[in-house]
C-alpha cells in the first residue's frame, strides 16, 4: 500500500511539473500556441507524452552554464570532448536537455547508448523492489561471489536474446573489455587446438609466458579493418583504425589489417564496381592471412563490425561477409562480429548480422553500449577452459542486467523493431530527397533501419553542418572523415524523424 501511495505521488508529481515544462515551451520561437498546448496537455496519458512537442533552443550553443561548467571540469581534467553538459532530471523520451535549459532531439544518444530514450518509466520502476535495489547497492564481484539468481539472470535475459548458435555468455564493463576478453578467448581456442585439444601446460609453457616470451605467450595476432573501432584498451586499441589521436604514442602489436570495401552510392547504380571492391578486400584478407603464417605470427581471430561505425559508417554487403565467414572457416581462423554499436535493435533486427543470412553463426559476438551491460556470446568450444583466465573482479554489473531485462520488455511489448523498420523509411526516404535537393552539400546517404548516416562534401563543411544541426535543436554525431551518422533511441517514431529533416533541411538551407 505505501508502495502504491508512493507511486501516485510521483505520477502526479511528474504531470504537474510536465504541465509547467510545456507551458515554459511556448517562450520559445516557433512553439505552439497556448491553444496546441492545451491540446497536447489533454492528451497527455503515458510518460512518453511528457516530450516537448519540438526541439527548443533558448541561449547560444554552448550556452553560458554549460561553459561556467565547462571551465570547471577543464581544471579537474581533460575536458576537450565535451559538447554539453545535461540535466537528466529533465531529460525525456528522444529528448536530451542541457544545463542551459535548451531541449534537443537526440539522434544520438550518448553514442548510440540509449535504447528507450530518456527516463523510460519502465526503467524508473527497476529499483523500487528491494531485491533490484539490494543487487544494484551490493554490487558483487561476479566471477567469485555472484548472487543466487545470477544463473538464472543470464539465462532469462541475456541468453534470451543470443544470437542463434551462441549458447555461452560471459559480461563485462564496456565495449573496449568485451572486445579485449574475447580475443583472449580466441587466442585460448587458437592455442587448445594446436596442443591437439590438450588443457594443461607444459613447465616451459608456465614459465616463459612470465616473460612475456613464446612458447606460453604465443605470437598470435587478431585481424581487423582499415576504418574499424574495437576499443581503447591494448589489444582493442591495437585492432582500432579509425582515427590516429586514438592511437598516438601507445605502443600496439604487430597485427595485421586488411581494406573494408568502400562502396559507391547509390548501391542500385554500382552494382558491378562494388562486387569487384568486395572480391578485393576478401583477395587481400586472404592474403594477409597467409603472410602471417609464414612470419611465424598466425592470425588466430578476425574481428569485424557490421556497419564500420566510428570508421565513417561505412557498410558491406552480405555476400561480403558470407565470403568472409567461408575463409575464415577455410584458414581455421575465429570469425568474431562486433556488435557493440549495432546490437539491440537499430538496425531493425536484434542483430545487424542477422541482415546478412550468415549459413552458420559466427563464432563470437561482443555487445555493449544499448545493451546497457557490456560481454560476448561465444560457441561453447571458446568458453575458457580454466578459471580466472576471463576474469575480473566485477564482470558487469547486475543492476544493469536489470536494467537490460526492462529494456528487452519494453522492445517486446512497443514493437520496438517494427518501429525501427517504419521510422528507418522516412529517415532514409527523406535523407535520400534532401541529397537530391542538396547534392552540392550531401551524399551518400546509406545504412539500416535508423542506423543511418550520410557524407557531407568536406570535413570542414561536415563539421560546421553538425554544428549548426545543434543550433536547430538537434544532437547529431559525426564519424570517419566526412560522415554523418544518426544513433537514435529505438523509440524514435516517424514524427521525430520529419523534425529531424526539417531541421536538417533548415540547416542546409543557411548554408
Not at 574495437?230 to 604514442?249: M, Q, V
Not at 568474431?336 to 533486427?349: A, L, R, Y
Request: proline fraction near 7%.
Amino acid at each position: 500500500m505505501q508502495n502504491l501511495k508512493l507511486l501516485i505521488s510521483v505520477y502526479f508529481l511528474q504531470v504537474v511539473e510536465t504541465m509547467l515544462r510545456i507551458t515554459k515551451t511556448v517562450l520559445c520561437k516557433n512553439q505552439p500556441t497556448p491553444a496546441a498546448v492545451l491540446i497536447y496537455c489533454q492528451r497527455f496519458s503515458t510518460e512518453a507524452q511528457l516530450e516537448p512537442p519540438q526541439p527548443c533552443v533558448k541561449t547560444s550553443i554552448p550556452g553560458p552554464k554549460t561553459l561556467e561548467l565547462l571551465k570547471d571540469l577543464n581544471s579537474l581534467q581533460q575536458a576537450g570532448s565535451v559538447q554539453l553538459f545535461a540535466d537528466y532530471d529533465k531529460s525525456i523520451g528522444n529528448y536530451f536537455v542541457d544545463a542551459d535549459g535548451n531541449e534537443f532531439l537526440d539522434a544520438f544518444t550518448q553514442i548510440s547508448s540509449v535504447p528507450v530514450g530518456y527516463n523510460h518509466p519502465e526503467l524508473l520502476k527497476a529499483f523500487a523492489d528491494q531485491h533490484n535495489l539490494k543487487s544494484l547497492v551490493n554490487r558483487p564481484a561476479l566471477g567469485v561471489f555472484p548472487s543466487k539468481d545470477w544463473p538464472e539472470k543470464l539465462r532469462n535475459v541475456l541468453l534470451s536474446v543470443a544470437p542463434a548458435g551462441l549458447n555461452a555468455v560471459s559480461t563485462m564493463m564496456c565495449g573496449s573489455c568485451s572486445n579485449e576478453n574475447a580475443y583472449k578467448a580466441v587466442f585460448m581456442w587458437y592455442q587448445t587446438k594446436q596442443r591437439g585439444g590438450k588443457i594443461d601446460f607444459t613447465p616451459e609453457e608456465m614459465d616463459s609466458c612470465m616473460v612475456n616470451q613464446p612458447p606460453g605467450a604465443p605470437k598470435l595476432s587478431i585481424m581487423s579493418f582499415k576504418g574499424s573501432f574495437h576499443g581503447r584498451t591494448f589489444g582493442a586499441l591495437t585492432t582500432t583504425r579509425s582515427k590516429p589521436i586514438h592511437k598516438l604514442d601507445c605502443p600496439a602489436f604487430d597485427w595485421p589489417a586488411a581494406p573494408f570495401p568502400r562502396y559507391k552510392y547509390p548501391l542500385s547504380n554500382f552494382e558491378r564496381e562494388n562486387h569487384q571492391e568486395d572480391e578485393k578486400c576478401l583477395e587481400q584478407v586472404e592474403d594477409l592471412i597467409e603472410k602471417y603464417k609464414k612470419a611465424d605470427n598466425p592470425v588466430a581471430g578476425i574481428i569485424v563490425e557490421p556497419i564500420q561505425s566510428e570508421g565513417g559508417d561505412n557498410e558491406a554487403s552480405p555476400q561480403f561477409f558470407q565470403k568472409l565467414q567461408s575463409l575464415c572457416k577455410t584458414k581455421g581462423v575465429a570469425l568474431i562480429i562486433d556488435e557493440v554499436q549495432t546490437g539491440c535493435g537499430p538496425s531493425g533486427k536484434m542483430w545487424c548480422h542477422e541482415h546478412f543470412e550468415l549459413p552458420s553463426p559466427p563464432d563470437i559476438v561482443t555487445f555493449s553500449k544499448k545493451m546497457l551491460t557490456g560481454g560476448f556470446y561465444t560457441k561453447s568450444e571458446f568458453k575458457a577452459p580454466h578459471s580466472y583466465r576471463i576474469f575480473n573482479t566485477w564482470m558487469g554489473d547486475p543492476g544493469k542486467l536489470i536494467l537490460l531485462e526492462r529494456v528487452l520488455k519494453v522492445i517486446k511489448q512497443e514493437n520496438l523493431f517494427s518501429l525501427v523498420q517504419k521510422t528507418g523509411t522516412v529517415l532514409k526516404d527523406g535523407l535520400h530527397k534532401l541529397e537530391n535537393e542538396f547534392p552540392n552539400l550531401i551524399n551518400s546517404v546509406r545504412g539500416r533501419g535508423t542506423f543511418l548516416a550520410f557524407n557531407v562534401c568536406n570535413t570542414e563543411l561536415r563539421d560546421k553542418v553538425n554544428n549548426n544541426l545543434k543550433k536547430n535543436g538537434v544532437l547529431g554525431g559525426a564519424c570517419g572523415e566526412t560522415a554523418i551518422r544518426l544513433r537514435p533511441a529505438l523509440v524514435f517514431a516517424p514524427k521525430h524523424a520529419e523534425i529531424y529533416l526539417d531541421a536538417l533541411r533548415k540547416t542546409l538551407k543557411e548554408l
